[in-house]
């Protein structure tokens, strides 16, 4: 069973559209996040739900926009896709809690989808 | 801001030799994590080290971490084709960062068998 599962892999689209990519957890954790891979391998925090409320927003233009249906997704809608948007983006997840006390646990994450903007 | 400098930024072995990753940070954490990224592939969690630890073993892996000079190092003995891989270093601030990692450069490591 694939822990942490986003869709799709490969994501090809012309600017100017917009797009989602869907990330599923199935260890039970409290905490997902999206990270963007840049071209140079660099990566960046860009959300963190705790519990399907956003905690982290790092200064990532509003035409990204996550949703957390439940703790165990994290969706990333965007819209009007520009060349810069190329990157590769991952979904991961954590156990930010247990039994009231903070646990210092890694991150599990996905296979990361790879949007190409052209 | 970027929180790690990695150094070197690509290591090229042979088989069996041993290689070893360094990692710099800027503020103070509650750990560091290990990473490996195989091309084209998601991250894959190693080994984590708290604040108030100076070393840990896993398998044929060994982190040691110094608070005092921000930094850590990686070493993995023995190594293998199957090693070759993107070693990124991650830190957890903690206080209410939710477990949110932030990101070294990455050492690209190549193992020539």
């Known amino acids: 069973d694939t822990a942490v599962s986003q869709t799709p892999k490969y994501l090809v689209t012309q600017m100017g559209n917009d797009k989602s990519i869907k990330c599923e957890q199935n260890l039970g954790h409290d905490t997902m996040y999206w990270y963007k891979q840049d071209s140079k391998k660099f990566l960046k925090i860009m959300f963190s739900?705790?519990?399907?409320?956003?905690?982290i927003n790092e200064t990532v233009p509003n035409r990204f926009s996550p949703k957390s249906p439940d703790k165990a997704h994290l969706n990333l809608h965007i819209n009007s896709l520009e060349l810069g948007d190329s990157a590769v983006y991952f979904c991961a997840s954590s156990r930010y809690l247990s039994g009231g006390l903070r646990k210092n646990t890694e991150a599990f994450f996905g296979q990361g989808t790879r949007l190409t903007v052209v | 801001s970027q929180q790690g400098e990695e150094d070197p930024q690509a290591l090229s072995i042979q088989e069996g030799e041993n290689a070893t990753m360094n990692c710099s940070y800027k503020?103070?954490?509650?750990?560091l994590q290990w990473y490996r990224q195989n091309s084209g592939r998601g991250l894959v969690h190693l080994i984590l080290?708290?604040?108030?630890?100076r070393e840990k073993h896993s398998g044929r892996l060994r982190v040691t971490l110094d608070t005092s000079k921000k930094s850590s190092s990686l070493l993995i003995t023995a190594s293998r084709a199957a090693d070759t891989a993107s070693y990124f270093c991650?830190?957890?601030?903690?206080?209410?960062?939710?477990?949110?990692?932030?990101f070294g450069q990455g050492t690209i490591l190549t193992v020539h068998p």
């Open positions: 991650a830190t957890d601030s903690g206080g209410t960062s939710y477990g949110k990692l932030t």
């Open positions: 080290i708290r604040s108030n630890e």
């Open positions: 503020t103070s954490i509650n750990n």
């Open positions: 739900y705790n519990n399907k409320e956003l905690i």
